[in-house]
């Protein structure tokens, strides 16, 4: 009994915070990278008319998708609630439920993989180097910018 109450405690608080793990801020190199920094992208790379609509659309795709995969994910995280909330809690169901959850997380990365890929199948090779630079440009940028991390490059 004391097991399940000390796993209760890290659990629940974990599964009803705001900003879990599926949540993405738009810094990283993936899709939110991509559709948040299109205009300057967009500049950078010198993309064509085309190029830049078929990036969108691969975009406007990739959040429907992402959308769903966030649905199955809250209603997963609800029923390991339900399952941890029952007077004999069910291990081998909690492991299963926690097994499904993890697989939304593999689903997510993946259709960020994808989206990857399918726009640096539309980009030259001088495109895919120019990307790169952006990217570590802005991550260096933003990694100067937030507080103790930054301050020390200032000193």
């Given at each position: 009994?004391?097991?399940?109450?000390?796993?209760?405690?890290?659990?629940?608080?974990?599964?009803?915070?705001?900003?879990?793990?599926?949540?993405?801020?738009?810094?990283?190199?993936?899709?939110?990278?991509?559709?948040?920094?299109?205009?300057?992208?967009?500049?950078?790379?010198?993309?064509?008319?085309?190029?830049?609509?078929?990036?969108?659309?691969?975009?406007?795709?990739f959040k429907v998708k992402e959308l769903e995969i966030q649905k199955k994910h809250e209603i997963l995280k609800l029923d390991l609630k339900k399952l941890l909330l029952e007077k004999n809690i069910d291990l081998k169901k909690v492991r299963a439920q926690l097994v499904k959850i993890s697989m939304q997380h593999v689903d997510r990365r993946m259709l960020g993989i994808e989206f990857r890929v399918s726009v640096e199948k539309l980009l030259t090779e001088d495109q895919k180097l120019k990307l790169k630079v952006f990217h570590k440009m802005r991550k260096h940028r933003h990694r100067n910018m937030r507080g103790p991390h930054g301050a020390a490059d200032i000193l």
């Amino acid at each position: 009994m004391r097991q399940i109450t000390i796993i209760l405690m890290f659990i629940i608080p974990s599964l009803s915070s705001a900003r879990g793990p599926m949540h993405r801020t738009g810094h990283g190199r993936g899709p939110h990278f991509i559709i948040r920094h299109m205009d300057k992208i967009s500049e950078a790379l010198k993309l064509s008319k085309v190029q830049k609509e078929k990036i969108l659309k691969l975009a406007k795709d990739f959040k429907v998708k992402e959308l769903e995969i966030q649905k199955k994910h809250e209603i997963l995280k609800l029923d390991l609630k339900k399952l941890l909330l029952e007077k004999n809690i069910d291990l081998k169901k909690v492991r299963a439920q926690l097994v499904k959850i993890s697989m939304q997380h593999v689903d997510r990365r993946m259709l960020g993989i994808e989206f990857r890929v399918s726009v640096e199948k539309l980009l030259t090779e001088d495109q895919k180097l120019k990307l790169k630079v952006f990217h570590k440009m802005r991550k260096h940028r933003h990694r100067n910018m937030r507080g103790p991390h930054g301050a020390a490059d200032i000193l």
